[in-house]
C-alpha cells in the first residue's frame, strides 16, 4: 500500500541536531513551534510564518493527536525545501485533543515540501506504523540521546 | 456470536482516509458495538487492525482511489458497515 521508508532515510529526514530531549513547552501550539524552530535551526525552513502556518491549519481540520501518548503534527508545505523531521518529549504530556484522552508525550513534526506528493503520507504512515509498538515507544522514552532516538526509528523500519 | 460482516469500500476523500475523513471514520466504528477491524484489501485476516485507534489507522495509509477492506462483527455490524462507507464515499467537505 505505502512503501516504508528506511533505515538509511532516518538520518536525513531527522538529524541530532532536529531531536531535543529537553521538556518542550507544555501547550500544543508552543510545542508545534518548538518543533518547527528544531527545523529552522538546521536551516530546511525557508519561510517559518508560513510553515507555521500550514501546520495550524491542518490542525484546525482535526488534531494530529493520534492516541497511545503520540502527536504528530504534520504538513505538506513549499516553505520546507527537503523531508524533514523533528522530535521530542513531554514528561508530563501536552493536551493534544486525542480521542483517546491520552495526553501526548512523544512528539513528531513532520514537513513535507508541496512538490514532494506522496512522501507526506508515506512518511506519516510509516512513522504511526513503528509507534504502534510498544518497544518502540518505550525505547524513544528510555533514550538519553538523540543518537539513541536515531537507533530506536532506525531498529523500528528496519 | 454473530458471523463477521465484511465488505470492501473504495476510498473517495481526496486526501485519502487521513485528517479529517480519518477522525471521522475512526469515530464512526467507535459509535458501534460492533467490533471492527480493516486492512488493505490484500490483507489476510491476521493483518486487519482496530479500526477504532487512530495511529492503527493512520498507520494504513491508504489513498484515495484505493480500497479498504472492513470487518464487523456484533450485533450493528451491518449498521457499522454501512456508516463508515459513507464516510469513505463522502467527498471531502460534503460531511
Do not use: W
Not at chain 1, 116 to 129: F, N, P, Q, V
Not at chain 2, 60 to 78: P, T
Amino acid at each position: 500500500m505505502s512503501s516504508t521508508i528506511t533505515k538509511e532515510d532516518i538520518d536525513e529526514l531527522l538529524p541530532e541536531e532536529q531531536i531535543s530531549l529537553e521538556e518542550p513547552p507544555t501547550t500544543k501550539d508552543a510545542c508545534i513551534e518548538h518543533l518547527l524552530d528544531l527545523i529552522v535551526t538546521t536551516g530546511r525552513v525557508i519561510d517559518r510564518e508560513r510553515a507555521l502556518e500550514a501546520l495550524l491549519a491542518r490542525e484546525e481540520q482535526t488534531t494530529t493527536g493520534v492516541g497511545m501518548g503520540i502527536g504528530i503534527p504534520h504538513a505538506q508545505t513549499d516553505a520546507v525545501e527537503r523531508p524533514s523531521l523533528a522530535f521530542t518529549r513531554s514528561s508530563a504530556g501536552v493536551d493534544f485533543g486525542s480521542m483517546d484522552d491520552e495526553p501526548a508525550k512523544l512528539l513528531f513534526l513532520i514537513l513535507v515540501p508541496a512538490s514532494g506528493g506522496e512522501d507526506h503520507l508515506e512518511i506519516l504512515s510509516a512513522l504511526s506504523r513503528a509507534l504502534m509498538h510498544e518497544e518502540v515507544r518505550d525505547g524513544l522514552y528510555a533514550a538519553e540521546t538523540p543518537a539513541d532516538v536515531q537507533s530506536v526509528l532506525q531498529e523500528a523500519v528496519a | 456470536m454473530s458471523e463477521p460482516h465484511e465488505r470492501t469500500v473504495e476510498i473517495v476523500p481526496e486526501a485519502g482516509l487521513h485528517a479529517r475523513p480519518a477522525a471521522k471514520f475512526v469515530e464512526t466504528a467507535n459509535d458501534h458495538d460492533a467490533t471492527v477491524k480493516i486492512g488493505s484489501a490484500e490483507d489476510g485476516d491476521e493483518d486487519l487492525i482496530d479500526a477504532g485507534s487512530m495511529i492503527a489507522v493512520t498507520s494504513l495509509g491508504v489513498k484515495q482511489g484505493e480500497h479498504l477492506r472492513i470487518v464487523a462483527e456484533g450485533e450493528d455490524a451491518e449498521e457499522a458497515l454501512d456508516a463508515l462507507e459513507r464516510v469513505l464515499s463522502t467527498p471531502e467537505g460534503k460531511s
